[in-house]
């Protein structure tokens, strides 16, 4: 397993984590990493040969893994967990699954870094396997909506989204490069698989990043 250091904020039925503990502050906390709904979810220890006191957390959407330094800690945070499960769902707060989809380079994981830490990095990591993370957003008339933003490798050829992915989607966001014409290319292609996947079902958004590159741009508005 690839092991991260986090820090945890648990709030009623939400489990928020941190890439540094300077990083929690802020209503809603908007730097956080993610947010991770504990609603009917299930915990249970687990052995590893190099991480001691590890226990899992099985939620409806994956199976996350933790360490602590202590059987203490393991404890405490596993009845937390089981506690939070029990919360009934606050009644101003609506869930929604987004998707995003396209070619290699065209910045699936940075859109997803913005919306969900308001960061931005041009340092470039390519996503091997898809990814999920879940932010809070504030709606009009004081509703709030856990977003949970699923993030589908480029390498993936274009074609119907896995069913765990596909299942619960409210939205596919459909993202290509203006500065590659081939990436526009692979967009279509996708647009073509997701539209026989969804037929109207799903509504999809088509983003062209990039744009602030003018000089490298390969694509125009006649296209």
């Known amino acids: 397993k690839n092991w991260k250091k986090r820090w945890f904020v648990l709030d009623a ?30 915990v249970g220890e687990e052995t590893y040969k190099k991480k001691k006191n590890a226990f899992y957390l099985d939620t409806k ?8 330094e202590t059987p203490e800690d393991r404890d405490a945070w596993m009845e937390a967990f089981r506690k939070a499960s029990e919360i009934a769902p606050q009644e101003n707060l609506v869930d929604a699954k987004v998707v995003i989809v396209g070619p290699s380079f065209a910045g699936k994981s940075s859109l997803l870094r913005r919306w969900t830490t308001g960061d931005y990095t041009e ?3 390519e ?13 009009e008339g004081g509703l709030h909506c856990m977003m949970d933003i ?34 526009f290319g692979k967009a279509k ?8 996947q969804f037929r109207e079902t799903v509504p999809m958004f088509l983003i062209a990043s990039k744009a602030d590159l003018k000089e490298q741009r390969a694509i125009n508005a006649e296209v």
């Open 123 to 125: 340092l470039y990591t």
């Open 189 to 196: 292609k996708w647009l073509r698989a997701l539209r026989s």
């Open 61 to 68: 959407e994956r199976k996350y893994h933790f360490s602590c």
């Open 127 to 139: 996503s091997t396997e898809p990814s999920s993370s879940h932010q809070l957003f504030p709606l």
């Open 150 to 183: 699923w993030d589908v490798p480029g390498s993936q050829p274009p074609g119907p989204l896995p069913p765990n992915i596909a299942s619960g989607s409210h939205a596919v966001v459909l993202l290509f490069d203006l500065t590659n014409f081939a990436s």
């Open 13 to 42: 039925d939400k489990l928020w984590y941190f890439k540094s503990p300077d990083d929690v502050h802020g209503e809603a906390y908007p730097r956080s990493r993610g947010c991770i709904p504990l609603a009917d979810c299930s």
